[in-house]
């Protein structure tokens, strides 16, 4: 009986044994398949970084403007931490692929020392662009438009060179900009008005522009109120910070010059160009800058030209230019403009205005191509350090005279929720209507979470807005709003040339490569989003560079979204706290088990004077 009873209790152990083995088999199975959904290991790093960020780290993330000199420390979410420190003083408004001094050591022919010359790698700044004193927050829009505070521009040079063309006045702590230039010292306003008397502004049909040779941007800002957004750009010159107070002003501007490389933007992108004595000269290098002002003017878009030589008979003796020179140059501008196939609709006072034909089939001229030299190329939006050159860039063919070269935009607003013409007729290879319209509604809800998180992202409180991944430009869409711009960048790399279908919605934007500086001064943005950027530039550069420029052109106390994969975000979360950046990570909208994560930021007030610098 004792050894049957033993037989018995082993077998009972073994079942025993067995349940245990299976059971814990089964556990590991699913911890298994649990970590290789995705929220494994790096979720549980994220969720922690979340956690220790609401109770320990950053009770007092604010999106609010302080003005404090001394910002909350934080502790290291992810040891260790590499600090940051500023850089000199004399650094305030580095721009880097812009430097003066670097600038001289480049032929000066074609305007070529004024274009992009970037600092090779081990040349690059490893250190935070420190505020002027005295740094304070922009006034709101729409005050910002008329009124500047000094210690942010501490510039006083142009309300010198252009007192009497009531471009810039000092008084007192602030300048103010009285909306006069160089060709409308009465006001922009009212130089506006002329030339809607003969283009269609009122209605919509014109909502981008370009300003080539901008000064302080009093075009661009003027137009905004008649819900026209224009690109306005000037270079780095002798005109000290030109572009630094349009973006000051809450004006969209980049620093460029119509040079040797052709510009950033894609063929077709703008209903409206515009030339207030510039000093372009539109005749030289056999009409390449006209041509090229032609390549990025949508078909039945508007040139104007204001200023020398227009209507030189009579205004010859107040520019203090000969007769015979002017005349040659006029004459040769309109050379060019019958060879571009441009109808002058208007030539009143010193203004003229052009319109390019909707199509090549409209313009007679044309269909003998043997008068005029096309373009080689096949992609006429490869433009990023390409050569300019004197040739016409061809248009979509069309079926009849009657058509849209590349399709008809509606007015805006309904553009910028409409499917692009670049998408419907497939000028974009594997993107059709359906895949716009999914991108649209998820851009609609992402911003609705974060504005759960930033409550101040829909107020009009970041004005200049950068989203340093466009794409098809969902996010500018979906938090469009006269109190905002958005200067909407897609990256030389990205997969899809998605820029020309950003700008026939109504928005605007640029190519730019984020391994080099971006062309604009420090401190001139409100907040930039990114998403999927470091996962696009990973093994391209340097996630450290790309985070030092985006403190560089942040203004402090500005804000950051950026959305990457949480491996991704762990990295540049380590690195952000080292640039003074209070954070926070948290869950995609769908939930935790979703890689993909979203990380605030806000840059702490500092400024320099009072820092231990580094070179």
């Known amino acids: 009986m004792a050894v049957k009873a033993s037989s018995v209790d082993n077998r009972t152990r073994s079942t025993v044994s067995l349940c245990i083995v299976i059971g814990i088999c089964c556990f590991f199975y699913i911890l298994g398949a649990w970590q290789k959904s995705g929220f494994g290991k790096g979720d549980s790093i994220a969720l922690e970084i979340t956690k220790r960020t609401d109770c320990t780290v950053l009770p007092n993330l604010s999106f609010d403007t302080h003005h404090s000199k001394s910002g909350s420390s934080s ?5 260790p931490v590499k600090k940051f420190k500023p850089c000199p003083d004399r650094y305030t408004d580095y ?73 810039v006045q000092y008084e007192g702590n602030v300048f103010r900009f009285p909306g006069g230039g160089t060709q409308f010292p009465q006001g922009a306003d009212k130089y506006i008005d002329q030339l809607a008397s003969v283009i269609p502004i009122a209605n919509g049909t014109v909502r981008t522009a370009l300003d080539t040779g901008c000064g302080v941007a009093s075009w661009g800002a003027y137009l905004l109120k008649r819900n026209v957004l224009a690109m306005s750009f000037a270079p780095r010159d002798s005109h000290e910070a030109q572009v630094q107070f349009a973006l000051e002003r809450g004006v969209p501007a980049v620093i460029g010059v119509l040079g040797t490389i052709k510009l950033p933007y894609p063929s077709r992108a703008f209903d409206m160009a515009h030339c207030s004595r510039c000093l372009i000269p539109w005749g030289a290098n056999d009409g390449m800058y006209m041509m090229e002002v032609d390549r990025v003017l949508r ?102 005279d009657s058509e849209v070269a590349g399709g008809a935009i509606k007015p805006f607003p309904g553009r910028l929720h409409a499917v692009p013409p670049r998408i419907a007729n497939g000028f974009i290879p594997g993107v059709s209507s359906e895949a716009f319209q999914k991108d649209n509604k998820m851009w609609k809800k992402h911003v609705k979470d974060y504005s759960t998180v930033n409550k101040y992202l829909l107020t009009g409180r970041y004005r200049n807005i950068m989203d340093m991944n466009a794409g098809f430009g969902g996010f500018a869409a979906a938090i469009e709003s006269p109190k905002s711009w958005v200067m909407n960048v897609v990256p030389t790399i990205a997969k899809m040339p998605t820029l020309g279908a950003v700008y026939e919605r109504g928005l605007i934007g640029i190519y730019h490569d984020w391994c080099e500086a971006f062309s604009t001064y420090p401190r001139t943005y409100d907040l930039i989003h990114a998403s999927g950027l470091f996962t696009l530039y990973k093994n391209k550069c340097s996630m450290e560079d790309i985070l030092l420029e985006m403190d ?16 991704v975000l762990i990295k540049v979360n380590s690195l952000a706290q080292g640039m003074r950046w209070n954070t926070k990570m948290v869950d995609h909208e769908d ?16 400024v320099g004077g009072n820092q231990t610098a580094v070179a």
């Open 75 to 79: 502790s290291d979410l992810v040891s």
């Open 95 to 167: 721009t880097p692929c812009q430097d003066q001094n670097r600038a001289m050591k480049f032929p000066r022919e074609n305007m070529n020392y004024r274009e992009r010359h970037c600092p090779p790698q081990k040349e690059k700044l490893h250190c935070l662009i420190p505020p002027p004193k005295g740094y304070v927050a922009p006034f709101p829009w729409p005050k910002s438009r008329d009124y500047v505070p000094f210690a942010n521009c501490p510039y006083k040079s142009l309300t010198v060179e252009k007192a009497i063309q009531n471009w």
């Open 299 to 400: 078909p039945g878009g508007y040139w104007v030209l204001s200023g020398p030589p227009i209507n030189w008979k009579v205004n010859y003796k107040g520019w203090q230019r000969t007769k015979k020179d002017l005349e040659a140059e006029q004459n040769r501008i309109e050379e060019i403009a019958n060879l571009l196939c441009w109808e002058k609709v208007s030539e009143k006072g010193e203004m003229a205005i052009w319109r390019k034909r909707v199509n090549t089939e409209s313009c007679p001229s044309r269909q003998d191509e043997s008068t005029v030299q096309m373009c080689e190329s096949t992609n006429p939006d490869d433009v990023w350090y390409k050569k300019m050159k004197a040739c016409v860039t061809p248009l979509p063919d069309v079926k009849d």
């Open 552 to 567: 560089r052109i942040l203004r402090p106390e500005g804000a950051v979204i950026m959305r990457d994969d949480v491996d």
């Open 591 to 606: 939930g935790p088990l979703m890689r993909e994560k979203i990380l605030y930021a806000v840059k702490q007030y500092w």
